[in-house]
């Protein structure tokens, strides 16, 4: 089926490999790792294993609509055995009498049937629902890609963002390192006090107390990543230097909104929810309505040594064609009460479907104020990152002619490396935010991968 060969896009099992057992040492790509996340992720996979059971339980309800054909044949042997209490006179022949008698005959049937459906409402109606069926899942099968595609990002971009958290904490204890030696120095010639020198000691004790949560978490995200993408030991690729983010969303937020709505797999699963509802109720209806079919049918006996009333063996063929017609009367108030049934759990398809697309609508919303928010946030932050660099300048040099204090330096320093990794943190949440956007709009594909994976450096 052509929807079943475009949805599955496999994984070639060398990459698979080669992807699996990959070492420490080679880095992969956002694409690399969605690449191999197909081939291992369990919701993933389940996802596509309900499609094609949606796909089979869907043609099931061919058999409702389509001719159905039946053969059927049977075989007996029959040992006949005739014994009178008393003889008697032959009925032609008064001169004879019946005695016993005993003897075999066999008898071979065969049937071949016909049914057409002419009227069946209810097979109809079960006919369409199965489209719908076949339609439900794959949007289960598109919202699972999309999931997919958006927790790996978000895992892969959570080592990148723990990694430059660890580095820019091993800068800054490097610095703070050399503003305790400094600071010391300083102490024993008598140009400072012994405050700079405590200061200096506690940021350097609390910067190693922060290196080493920063090393369990990254330790933590990489695991999380490995199992995501079902490798091992995975590196991710850095972003490239002064490499440019994605352009924030040209149409306004009513546009995207407006696309959810039509496009996002939650509310078109809701929406076909609704249809199959309604055709769930046509079907309990069908219930009062009579059904009409078509039958043909072609039999025939071989009697072979006669039958218990005679010994002459015989053929027979009985060819015929028949209009079966079925008028319900009453069936205890069932029809009835399913109807009642049908229709609430339509009317609960109904608000489901309106609260799906609410949700999608406000999740839309959420993700494209949060993108918006976000790329402003980056630029920002890149202002303070210059500030921030430059205020530390100016303390480092007060703090050499003594016009500022050691304390100085240390808030400088900390508020510098501070702000790089806020700055590279809204980086990543920028392009995360971008795909959440599209999920949230159902419009993201795998192919919205390929942007941000330019972006990584070779």
Request: aromatic residues 6%; neutral net charge.
């Amino acid at each position: 089926m052509k929807l079943s060969r475009t949805l599955f896009r496999t994984l070639p099992l060398a990459a698979a490999a080669a992807l699996t057992f990959a070492s420490a040492a080679q880095a992969q790509s956002l694409v690399d790792m969605y690449e191999a996340a197909r081939g291992y992720d369990a919701s993933f996979i389940s996802a596509k294993a309900q499609f094609e059971a949606n796909l089979a339980k869907a043609n099931q309800t061919l058999g409702g609509v389509l001719p159905n054909i039946a053969l059927s044949a049977s075989v007996s042997r029959t040992y006949f055995n005739f014994r009178p209490d008393t003889p008697f006179t032959h009925p032609t022949d008064p001169t004879k009498s019946l005695l016993a008698s005993e003897r075999f005959y066999g008898t071979g049937s065969a049937s071949l049937t016909l049914t057409q459906p002419i009227y069946r409402p209810a097979a109809w109606a079960a006919y369409k629902q199965g489209g719908r069926l076949l339609e439900q899942a794959a949007a289960q099968y598109e919202a699972a890609e999309q999931d997919l595609l958006v927790r790996v990002s978000q895992a892969y971009f959570d080592v990148l963002t723990s990694e430059d958290s660890l580095a820019s904490v091993k800068a800054q204890k490097e610095a703070v390192q050399e503003q305790l030696a400094s600071a010391k120095r300083n102490f024993e010639v008598g140009t400072s006090t012994i405050t700079g020198v405590r200061d200096a000691q506690a940021r350097f004790d609390l910067s190693t107390a922060q290196e080493i949560a920063a090393e369990n978490d990254l330790r933590i995200k990489r695991l999380a990543l490995d199992l995501a993408a079902g490798v091992s030991n995975a590196k991710p690729k850095g972003l490239a230097k002064n490499s440019t983010l994605i352009a924030a969303p040209a149409e306004d937020v009513s546009v995207w909104v407006s696309q959810s709505e039509a496009a996002s797999p939650a509310v078109r699963q809701a929406q076909l929810a609704l249809s199959v509802a309604s055709l769930e109720v046509d079907k309990a209806q069908a219930g009062h309505k009579p059904t009409l079919d078509a039958q043909l049918s072609y039999s025939g006996v071989r009697n072979d040594g006669g039958n218990v009333t005679g010994t002459v063996s015989s053929h027979i063929y009985n060819p015929s064609a028949a209009l079966v017609l079925n008028v319900p009367i009453f069936a205890g108030f069932s029809t009835q009460y399913r109807i009642k049934e049908t229709v609430s759990l339509e009317d609960k398809a109904r608000s489901d479907y309106e609260n799906a697309r609410r949700n999608t609508a406000q999740a839309t919303r959420t993700a494209y104020f949060g993108l918006v928010a976000g790329l402003s946030q980056v630029k920002a932050l890149e202002a303070a990152e210059a500030s921030t660099q430059s205020a530390l300048d100016a303390n480092k040099l007060g703090y050499s002619v003594g016009v500022n204090i050691n304390i100085d330096v240390l808030n400088s320093q900390s508020q510098l490396y501070q702000t790089k990794r806020d700055l590279a943190k809204a980086r990543y949440d920028v392009l995360v935010g971008n795909l959440k956007l599209r999920q949230a709009s159902g419009t993201l594909t795998p192919k919205d991968l390929q942007p941000i994976n330019a972006l990584l450096a070779p």
